[in-house]
Nanobody
Framework: QVQLVESGGGLVQAGGSPRLSCVAS????????MGWYRQFPGKERESVAS???????NYGESVKGRFTISRDNAKNTVYLQINILKPEDTAVYYC???????????????WGQGTQVTVST
């Protein structure tokens, strides 16, 4: 099992630059992929950004150029730096961890509880 705890959300003014953090704990040798998703009211959860243990990153088209994902493997922590926050960024942001279990030959997905980011104008 992997537990994920997000922090850094809240009410933020438009144009601001909040940083979300997610700390992983539990039973794992390493986390292969860590990422951030967000969910708008009444919508499906969408991928924002992901980063593999070696450092390669991927971003959703809507956030390229404004969001930066990074991770500290020693601290089992992933960060999401949001720049030039816009009202349309208001959503619940979820941390995700994907762990490969070699003995069972499968990938396990874990989710944080989510952190609300609300952009004020």
């Amino acid at each position: 099992q992997v537990q994920l705890v997000e922090s850094g959300g809240g009410l933020v003014q438009a144009g601001g630059s909040p940083r979300l953090s997610c700390v992983a704990s539990g039973r794992f040798a390493s986390i292969n992929v860590m990422g951030w998703y967000r969910q708008f009211p009444g919508k499906e959860r969408e991928s924002v950004a992901s980063i593999i243990s070696g450092g390669s990153v991927n971003y959703g088209e809507s956030v390229k150029g404004r969001f930066t994902i990074s991770r500290d493997n020693a601290k089992n922590t992933v960060y999401l730096q949001i720049n030039i926050l816009k009202p349309e960024d208001t959503a619940v942001y979820y941390c995700n961890a994907r762990v490969f279990r070699p003995l069972m030959a499968r990938w396990d997905d874990y989710w944080g509880q989510g952190t609300q980011v609300t952009v004020s104008t």
